[in-house]
């Protein structure tokens, strides 16, 4: 049986849908098979990121209503072949999915996938319920900002109430630069914070910002955040705790170089 992860948070926008994107690549990179399911019905946009936007057939909620299979709503990668996303619809955000069938519909996937990946809305409300309630684990993205630490402590509260596995926090948008100068929580501090382990940490890139919407999979391959996804990827899949470390270029002489170009620019 494959694992059925929530990725959750407490504020919106702090990559929740990019992580479980960069996640589910490392993921297949390594040789899983990883299905991804967006449950930010409204909101929804990890298709956009996948590139699956203009191949959408069927979503979710015709999955959940039995207007198709499961395979027909599923999106294959086009450079990833064992990575598929469930897209749902922007149509769809007044609908009530029922829990009985979406905790069928996962079981399902992960009876034939290695992970399920859910992409959950931001903070407490239904559909995060939802996820929570059909996942067997859960990972908690927050950035390193005390309102996103604060949001996500109400969350990791609600979390210990189901039933399930708390994997851990990934920290997100870290900058090595403010932290080489001691103006950015640490993960140690975050962890500290939230009582909780911290699983993943992963930089602030500006590839991420050029490539949204339009993720062009080879040209972002050397990049340092796919390396920091790759990390994660590792610990989740094997329990190993190594932490990428954004601070790696901020240090020495040319290391104080670059913290000041990147303050001035
Ligand atoms: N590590 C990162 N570095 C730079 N930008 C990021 C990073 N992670 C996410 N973003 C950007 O932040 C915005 C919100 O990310 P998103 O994944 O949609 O958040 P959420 O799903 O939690 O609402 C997007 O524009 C995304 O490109
Ligand atoms: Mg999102």
Redesign the pocket.
Known sequence: MGRKIAVV?GK????????TFGLGLSLAKMGKSVCLIDL?IGLN?LDMLFGAQDKIMFDLADCIDGKCRIKQALVRHEKQENLYVLSSSKSDVFTEISELKLNLLLSKLASVFDFVLI?CP?GINRNVYLGLKSSNEALL?VTPHIASISDADKVLSVIKGFDLNFSGVIV??VRGDMLAKGESLSHKQIAYLLKSEVVGV????DQ??VQ?GNLEYKSINKDE?LLAFDMLATNIESGRKQIFDCQKQYRGFLGMIRRNIKRSV
Do not use: W
């Open positions: 948070s919106g926008g702090v990559g929740k849908t990019t992580i930010d946009n992409d931001a993205v997100n948008r992963l930089p602030e890139s991420i910002n949204s955040i």
